[in-house]
């Protein structure tokens, strides 16, 4: 069965949603999205994306077109006509369509609101047990990483050039420091088992799922430090992790060939793993 999609108001069968040409997103990447996981039929962190969507609008002036309620009943219809089990809501918000190419932000525009499911094993997935490996690659994205727009094409050249080294992702390197995954925030653990990771900044995606593992980690009594490190601290680190709302957590398991700790995934990393599924399924709806 062809999935059923939304857009502007209406669902459709994907094969007749269509967007005008002349859309922002399409034109200039214009847009910004969010992605919620859903485990048991149930969207996690929802709150959180919901927030954060509305923030990206306000950095961006632009029309937030729907109240959080109004998209929380559109992403549990999408999980009921699509009868997803497990996977997740994609979600993104152009500014709309002006009838003609402009660069200058076009006025009394109506956002393009579009939202899919994909449905997806995420609780049982061979990258949470086997690990990633990845590669290291200079940080070439814009300057306003916080905002979670579309324009994914330096994010996309990384992660190919990683395919390309028989890799599975990046780690992103800015002034010699570690800012986030491709597509992740980034995590290493020390010799002593002090998880660090990046302070928020323009630097780097404030992630939903990062906020929710750094109160699971401390719930563990686990030791946090938010601060900047070195890919070469990064080599010599215990253990390493990503975090998404797609991945949840994945242990880091090589860094540009150099096994992080033992080469396998690390006890911590499962664990926060573990504990992180079973705080989020606790508040899903």
Not at 89 to 102: C, E, F, H, M, N
Not at 178 to 186: F, H, I, L, P
Not at 256 to 267: A, H, N, R, T
């Amino acid at each position: 069965m062809p999935r059923t999609v939304y857009l502007n108001g209406e669902y459709l069968p994907e094969s007749e949603a269509k967007v005008s040409i002349f859309d922002r997103g399409f034109l200039f990447a214009d847009a910004i999205y969010e992605v919620t996981a859903v485990v048991d039929g149930k969207l996690l962190d929802n709150d959180g994306h919901v927030a954060r969507l509305a923030r990206s609008c306000g950095e961006l002036e632009m029309k937030n077109p729907l109240t959080a309620e109004e998209l929380v009943h559109i992403q549990k219809e999408l999980v009921r006509l699509n009868d997803v089990k497990e996977g997740g809501i994609y979600l993104q918000v152009t500014r709309g369509s002006s009838g003609d190419r402009d660069f200058a932000y076009p006025e009394n525009t109506e956002p393009t609101v579009v939202l899919f499911s994909q449905s997806r094993a995420v609780v049982d997935s061979p990258k949470a047990k086997k690990g990633i490996k990845v590669i290291s690659t200079p940080d070439i994205r814009w300057r306003r990483r916080d905002i979670k727009t579309t324009s994914l094409l330096a994010a996309c050249m990384a992660k190919q050039a990683a395919i390309a080294a028989g890799c599975d992702d990046v780690w992103l390197i800015e002034d010699g420091y570690v800012t986030e995954g491709g597509s992740s925030n980034a995590y290493i653990i020390t010799q002593d088992n002090v998880i660090v990771t990046r302070p928020l900044s323009n630097d780097i995606l404030h992630g939903i799922t990062r906020a929710s593992l750094l109160k699971v980690a401390k719930q563990e009594n686990l030791v946090i430090e938010e601060r900047l490190f070195t890919i070469e601290e990064a080599y010599a680190a215990k253990e390493a992790f990503i975090s998404s709302a797609s991945t949840f957590v994945w242990p880091v398991v090589a860094i540009d060939d150099k096994p992080i700790g033992s080469g396998s995934p690390g006890p911590i990393a499962m664990q926060i793993r573990e504990t992180y599924i079973e705080f989020a399924l606790a508040q899903a709806v």
